[in-house]
Structure formats: structure tokens, C-alpha cells
């Protein structure tokens, strides 16, 4: 494996623009034939599916929280133009000390920082921000500036002129421009595979990339990352059955090829489509939003039926969506009760929401996953009931123990928690 050449497209907070220049870039790269893929900090199921959509090539989840150095390298590794997207702002991570922040995959790939800052209310400030950012930390290097929201070229002047001291490359500065905003819904963005004018988004912001940054500088700042350890992870199951579609997104490209690189088989089928559960040694229902499908899954007759029936012979786990489907049923947010597979006993509901947010540490002594791990939890569901064993001992990024997380019940075990990676961690 080698070490791609790369950039790190960071900002000083979130809602600087980050998402769009580097969607931007990704697409406008690819069109001019460069080779070139993309990447995103931290745990993020909706950005790497656009990421993917620009270039045309599978998108890479880097978690310097949750994952080991050697793991990080090596999932970076590969050919062509590297370009990792960060989240909220360089240096902000997870309490109490920030760690896995953006600035430590910059520290550990020793890939250069392109920022970008929202230029919108500023001017000759822009200066003292960007040189603190700068100068934040000598093992964070900041090798250029793309201005966002920029009002004029008169704005645009005064924004060069203030940082020309500062000797950083200022590698474009885009006006402020309707039409290349993405809508939200409650959690996180739509996904890229429900958006029917995709195409002509990106097309749109790449347009506007082009036109406003100079991409041949951006591309001559990227640095080769450092030598490649080779990194294996032991899958779970040797032929394994993983539930994909709207309903049930949240599965990461490099989780899947991770299992196929170890020796597994991985069948991919559609809860949505009613396909029935295929012959596996794990079923593995992944994240998503099941309660936008409720009433689908719910009428899914064949694929319930035979996932109950493999229960008694097939290990069955769930993570967060798919936690959810196992259980009894799922409220709505209209109040509606749609009954699940009943395979744990779970209620949970979007009629009253509930923001759970965090990394965890993990242990789970029995189930299919069964170990100690680093995890996230990020949902909005609020639980009626859980009765049973709990799958997981829990604690949050910071040490502190929280109540346990998750169900078993025979061969079936699920949480809210997404794993990510194994750790020594308590």
C-alpha cells in the first residue's frame, strides 16, 4: 500500500462551507481528469455518499478518536489526489481535550491544511484569524486559504490585501451564490441517493469551483502522506448479510471492504424491496432512518418473516436503525405505531425526540460483537421500553460511565451505538 498524495480542507467552525468547496472540488478535479477521491473526519454516514457521487469513487471515514494510527494510514492509502473534508472546526474534537479533531489527522497523515473561512461580515480581520490558526500549532501546517461568501471584488481585494503579510496563498475566494445549499431533515442531511437533481447540484457547485478557486495551486500544496503499515480487522462472520438501502444506509465502504479484504462474504439485499433475509452466517441490519420507511418495513412480510425464522439459527444484529427495526415497533413523528420483527423487546419513538450524541467505549461480553470497542451515538429516538439483558457496558468520551447500552436475546443483539473499531479502551 502506498501513501496518496493529500489536502485537508478544514475551516475554522462548521458552517463555513467546507461540505460544498469540497464537493466542489472533488467534482470539478474529477471532470478535468484528475484522479481523485475523497474523505471525511470523523463518523458521517450522509457526507461520504455525496463524496462519492462527485468523483465517482468510494469515500473514506478517518476517525482519529476511534481509530488506531496504523488503521487510519492504512485506509488512507491508495491512488490518486487525496482530499479529506473535515468536521466542525480544525481543532474541535470530543471532550475533555478535543481529541479527534480534524488537526490530529493532519497530524498523523502530515497532510497540509487548505482553510476555508466564511469571509462574510469580515475584512481586514480576516488577518489575526487566519494567522492564529496558523500559528496554532507547528505540527498543524496551514498551507492555504479559500475565502467563502465573499461579497464583491472590492470585498475580495480588501480580503487579500489584509492576509498578503501572512504570506499564505490565498487559492480563491467564492461569492456568495444561491442554489448550492442542501436541504436538512431532523438528523443530518437528505441522503445522496434520494436527491433526483444530484447531478446538476454538483455540477453547479463544481462550475462555481472552478470558476473562482486555482485548482492547479490547490493540486501543488498536497504532500505524500507517511509509510503504510498494513492493517487487517477479523470480520464477524464469515458470510455475512447486510441490509442496504434508504432504510438502512449507514454502512461504511471501508467497513465492507475490510470484511472482503479478511476473507468474508458480504450479500447485500432490501429490506424495502420485502427480499427476503439471504443465507448468512450474521445478518446485519446497519443505521439509517427506518421510521421515514415505518410503514414499508412494517408491511414487509417476506423480509420479516425470514428474518424471524433465521433468528433461530443465525446470529442478528442491529446498530441504531436497525436496533430499532429488531425491536417491538417505532412511533412516528405523527404519533403512528408500526410494528417491527419483535425480536427484542423495544419501543422506541420520534413523536417525542431526544438528542443522543457522543463517542462511546464499549464492551459487550456476549452477542456477535463481542469485545471492547470505540463507538458513536448520534440519534434523536427516544425509548419507550428496552426490557432484557443489555448488550453493552458503556462509557462516554471522557471516561465517565453511562447507563448500558443496547439488547440480547438469543441470537439477536443490537444498540444505538455505531462501531467503528476494536480497542483496548475501558
Keep these: 500500500m502506498s501513501p496518496p498524495r493529500g489536502l485537508i480542507i478544514a475551516a475554522p467552525a462548521s458552517g463555513s462551507g467546507k461540505t460544498t468547496v469540497t464537493l466542489g472540488l472533488l467534482r470539478a478535479l474529477s471532470r478535468a481528469g484528475i484522479d481523485v477521491r475523497g474523505a471525511k473526519s470523523g463518523p458521517d454516514y450522509i457526507d461520504p455518499a455525496y463524496h462519492a ?182 470480520p464477524p462472520a464469515q458470510r455475512i448479510a447486510v441490509a442496504q438501502d434508504a432504510a438502512f444506509s449507514f454502512f461504511y465502504p471501508h467497513q465492507r471492504a475490510d470484511w472482503q479484504a479478511a476473507g468474508a462474504e458480504v450479500i447485500a439485499f432490501s429490506p424495502l424491496a420485502d427480499d427476503p433475509v439471504p443465507q448468512a452466517d450474521l445478518i446485519y441490519l446497519p443505521g439509517g432512518y427506518p421510521e421515514l420507511f415505518a410503514a414499508q418495513l412494517s408491511s414487509a412480510n417476506r423480509f420479516l418473516s425470514s428474518l424471524r425464522n433465521a433468528s433461530q439459527t443465525t446470529d442478528i444484529y442491529g446498530e441504531c436503525g436497525g436496533f430499532m427495526a429488531l425491536g417491538q415497533a417505532i412511533t412516528d413523528a405523527d404519533g403512528l405505531i408500526h410494528p417491527m420483527a419483535g425480536l427484542l423487546d423495544l419501543h422506541t419513538s420520534f413523536a417525542q425526540r431526544k438528542l443522543h450524541l457522543g463517542y462511546r467505549h464499549l464492551h459487550a461480553e456476549q452477542g456477535p460483537m463481542t469485545g471492547r470497542w470505540a463507538g458513536h451515538e448520534f440519534h434523536y429516538a427516544t425509548t419507550l421500553h428496552a426490557r432484557g439483558n443489555p448488550l453493552f457496558a458503556a462509557h462516554d468520551a471522557e471516561g465517565t460511565a453511562l447507563p448500558d447500552m443496547g439488547l440480547v436475546a438469543g441470537r439477536v443483539a443490537g444498540s444505538f451505538a455505531h462501531l467503528i473499531d476494536r480497542t483496548d479502551a475501558p
Design 53 to 234: 457521487a462527485a468523483c465517482g469513487r468510494p469515500c473514506l471515514n478517518l476517525d482519529a478518536w476511534a481509530m488506531t494510527p496504523d488503521l487510519l494510514r492504512a485506509r488512507a492509502s491508495g491512488d490518486g489526489l487525496l482530499l479529506i473534508e473535515g468536521a466542525m472546526g480544525l481543532f474541535d474534537g470530543a471532550p475533555p481535550d478535543g481529541r479527534g479533531a480534524t488537526a490530529d489527522l493532519a497530524r498523523l497523515l502530515g497532510y497540509p491544511v487548505v482553510l476555508v473561512v466564511d469571509a462574510a461580515r469580515m475584512a481586514q480581520s480576516i488577518a489575526p484569524l487566519v494567522a492564529g490558526f496558523a500559528a496554532c500549532d507547528p505540527d498543524v501546517r496551514i498551507a492555504g486559504v479559500i475565502l467563502n461568501r465573499v461579497g464583491s471584488d472590492r470585498h475580495a481585494r480588501m480580503l487579500r490585501r489584509a492576509l498578503a503579510p501572512s504570506g499564505l496563498p490565498v487559492l480563491g475566494c467564492l461569492p456568495r451564490t444561491d442554489g448550492i445549499a442542501r436541504p436538512s431533515r431532523h438528523l443530518g442531511l437528505v441522503q445522496a441517493q434520494e436527491d433526483p437533481a444530484l447531478d446538476v447540484f454538483l455540477d453547479r457547485v463544481a462550475d462555481t469551483v472552478a470558476t473562482w478557486i486555482d485548482l492547479g495551486a490547490l493540486r501543488d500544496l498536497a504532500t505524500c502522506g507517511p509509510d503504510v503499515t498494513p492493517a487487517r480487522t477479523t
